[in-house]
């Protein structure tokens, strides 16, 4: 029997086909980006809509994001695919929104399934080479899920999200085979893994500066734990109060009671490797022929010992990771490309990760390999300015959130300026005008019932029942452990 992807890839080579002079795919522009860039995607990891100088921020240094910002285009209404990490991952890798994404619970270990069609993907039927660094989340060692089955040539990293949530572990995965790192035995911290990672990324543009390439670089800065290096913690060293010392779930003070620090610290020593990626880019003479995106999976948590309140995380936004509110939701998104997306530009266009997937096969040149189905829409027209023949740029009529199983099911819809959030079934829809209330703080459902009543309908329409969500059986990260059991 075919399965889905063998499927969707018969009907990418059928469209290929109609691709011909005289013939059209259906649902498929036309035009393509010339030249192909190469594309680097950087997701920090719960980074709030304003701990980046450029989005407001005022009390961490991040001096070369900003840069990119006032390089490229900045986005004030970007959206994830969920407020937590794995169910967004999945909706940048599949391009489906969270009522119709593989990956639906945030346990660590929920692979995706050999059907999935994801980015790399499409972009390696574009002869694209496809290496991933840092946080995969979708899959673990063993199963359909690992990126190496999932369209990308290589990934160095973490597999499984908890063993993410170590700065300093044994080990990361090159592949399918562990990396032993030397000194961090024992609780030792001699790797930073953030650091290692980042070198492997740059090693990756480096050995592909002459082929096309796409670098995913989902970093795992700045979610907890709170640790970076003393060299790092230097510049943020006695410069705020701190509250009480934060002890997590193994008895661990957090970075020496100095938390407040340690998280600017980890923010600026992010921004740090991405200036270095940026210099690497001029001094191999690709920097005007790749595309970069810097951007974060969820919005900014304020628990683990993280000072959300102090930092103002998610400026006049309610709420943080995990919420449905824009504090949960809504990411800073920065685009640059030099030559190609006008510098300094500010754009309220809203979108949100399931566009990812299209957007990147439009510059690719891989638009007839997009699965038919997918959520997502190409932003490729907002990017170069609406410049390929003249394209408008189309929009969502909504975007659509969910968490939770049957019972606990927690969703959002926006739909233009209304965005609607019902956070328990059987609980009332609360309703918001985004356009003149930005913090949620006036539910005004009892005034628009129409409106509601759309929202509701969305809800239930948007929504598919959910595959399995279970762990493979026999793979299993111990947390107090930090290895596997």
């Known amino acids: ?80 695919g969920c407020s937590v990490c794995a169910p967004c991952r999945s909706v940048l890798m599949t391009g489906y929104h969270m009522g119709h994404t593989s990956v639906r619970e945030n346990s660590g270990g929920v692979p995706l399934v ?16 496809c290496g991933g660094f840092g946080k995969w989340g979708l899959g673990d060692i063993n199963t359909e899920g690992v990126p190496t089955k999932q369209g990308f ?8 999200q908890v063993h993410a949530h170590y700065y300093y572990p044994e080990f990361l995965w090159d ?25 492997r990324a740059l090693s990756f543009i480096r050995r592909n500066r002459n082929k096309r390439f796409f670098c995913y670089l989902p970093v795992t800065i700045p979610h907890t734990e709170l640790l970076v290096p003393e060299e790092s913690m230097a510049e943020y060293a006695g410069k705020f109060p701190e509250p009480k010392p934060f002890v997590d779930e193994r008895g661990h003070v957090a970075d020496q009671a100095h938390p407040r620090a340690a998280f600017a610290a980890m923010i600026t020593h992010l921004d740090k490797g991405v200036g270095e990626l ?57 685009v640059r490309w030099p030559g190609r ?30 699965p038919a189905n997918i ?11 609406e410049k390929p023949a003249g394209r408008k740029q189309k929009g969502h009529e909504y975007l659509y959130w969910e968490l939770g199983k049957a019972g606990r099911l927690k969703q959002a819809v926006r739909m233009g300026n209304w965005k609607g959030v019902r956070n328990r079934p059987g609980t009332p829809i609360e309703l918001y005008d985004l356009n003149d209330d930005v913090g949620e703080t006036n539910n005004v459902a009892d005034r628009h019932l ?16 959910m595959r399995p969500q279970g762990e493979p059986q026999g793979v299993r990260w111990h947390w107090a452990m930090r290895r596997y059991k």
């Open 114 to 129: 050999p059907g999935d069609v994801t980015v790399a993907e499409v972009l390696k039927e574009a002869g694209y080479t």
């Open 1 to 80: 029997m075919m399965n889905r992807r063998d499927f969707l890839k018969k009907i990418a080579a059928t469209s290929t086909a109609l691709a011909m002079p005289g013939c059209t795919p259906p649902h498929r522009p036309t035009q393509t980006i010339c030249p192909k860039p190469n594309i680097i995607f950087i997701m920090a990891d719960d980074l709030g809509y304003a701990e980046l100088g450029c989005y407001g921020q005022k009390k961490i240094r991040t001096l070369n994001v900003d840069k990119l910002a006032a390089e490229g285009i900045k986005f004030t209404q970007c959206y994830a």
């Open 278 to 334: 940026m210099a690497a880019l001029k001094e191999l003479n690709i920097d005007d022929k790749t595309i970069v995106f810097f951007t974060s999976d969820n919005g900014g948590q304020n628990a683990g010992g993280v000072d959300a309140e102090f930092f103002e995380a998610n400026g006049p936004l309610r709420g943080y990771k995990r919420d449905f509110y824009e504090g949960g939701l809504r990411v800073p998104m920065i």
């Open 341 to 370: 997306i006008e510098p300094g530009i500010v754009n309220e266009l809203l979108w949100y990760f399931a566009d990812v997937m299209p957007t990147l096969a439009e510059l690719a040149g891989a638009t007839g390999h997009l």
């Open 375 to 385: 959520d997502g829409i190409s932003v490729v027209p907002t990017l170069l300015g």
């Open 175 to 199: 592949n399918d085979e562990k990396y032993v790192l030397e000194g961090n035995e024992n609780d030792g911290r001699k790797i930073y893994t953030h650091d290692v990672i980042m070198q």
């Open 450 to 465: 129409e409106i509601v009543k759309n929202i509701e309908e969305l809800m239930s329409s948007a929504h598919i029942p």
């Open 153 to 160: 040539d290589e990934f160095f990293g973490y597999y499984h």
